[in-house]
């Protein structure tokens, strides 16, 4: 299976800052990743698609990168309903597989 | 709109079996595979496997090959699960999706004498 390895597992950041979310897969996914947000007691939320691609609604503060195998989710001009859990998604090659979180707070 | 509109919290002894259901409205039921991930506290995310809804064929994750069956009913565009031989490790919410963009609201499911 391949791995995905999220981090940091939690930040901390004020209001108005840029944060920055990375997963690390350990083969290549060919820019088959997803990122989600997911609220207490809801279902995740798709942000960014095909590694870079906005999904339609979603703040443009949002933004998704990659390099290699590092995948990056950055969050620019952090808002108070930002802080929730974040998570990707590998879906090159079954089984799909998750990062484990990361959780945001504010500072 | 599509939607996936998930049964209701489950309740379970260890070693009997649930079948949760996930109705699709909104498309055509048959045209997209329905997957179904576990969500706990513990391990994450971590995906099940997907049903064709068309043909019926399926794919699961090793991990979850004898614990999970997954079936269809094409009349009422209902994709379900199964989890049998239930133990305290089930516990969890599971998800329903059709693919990355539309995700059921999740059913906790709670093994538990």
């Known amino acids: 299976d391949i791995q995905m390895t999220q981090s940091p597992a939690s930040l901390s950041a004020s209001l108005g800052e840029t944060v920055t979310i990375e997963c690390l897969a350990s083969?290549?996914?060919?820019?088959?990743l997803a990122w989600y947000q997911q609220k207490p007691g809801k279902s995740p939320q798709l942000l960014i698609y095909?590694?870079?691609s906005l999904q339609d609604g979603v703040p443009s503060r949002f933004s998704g990168s990659e390099s290699g195998t590092q995948y990056s989710l950055e969050i620019n001009s952090l808002q108070s309903e930002d802080a929730v859990t974040y998570f990707c998604q590998q879906h090159h090659d079954y089984p799909y597989t998750f990062g484990a979180g990361t959780k945001l707070e504010l500072k | 709109q599509v939607q996936l509109q998930q049964s209701g919290a489950e309740l379970a002894k260890p070693g009997s079996s649930v079948k949760i259901s996930c109705k699709a409205s909104?498309?055509?039921?048959?045209?997209?595979?329905i997957s179904w991930i576990k969500q706990t506290t513990g391990q994450g995310l971590e995906y099940i496997g997907y049903?064709?809804?068309?043909?019926?064929?399926?794919y699961y994750n090793e991990k979850f090959k004898g614990k999970a069956t997954l079936t269809v009913d094409k009349s009422s565009s209902t994709a379900f699960m199964q989890l049998s031989s239930l133990t305290p490790e089930d516990t969890a919410v599971y998800y329903c999706?059709?693919?990355?963009?539309?995700w059921g609201q999740g059913v906790m499911v709670t093994v538990s004498s």
């Open positions: 999706a059709r693919g990355a963009r539309y």
């Open positions: 083969e290549d996914i060919y820019s088959n």
């Open positions: 049903i064709n809804t068309g043909s019926g064929g399926t």
């Open positions: 909104g498309y055509t039921f048959t045209s997209y595979d």
């Open positions: 095909d590694a870079s």
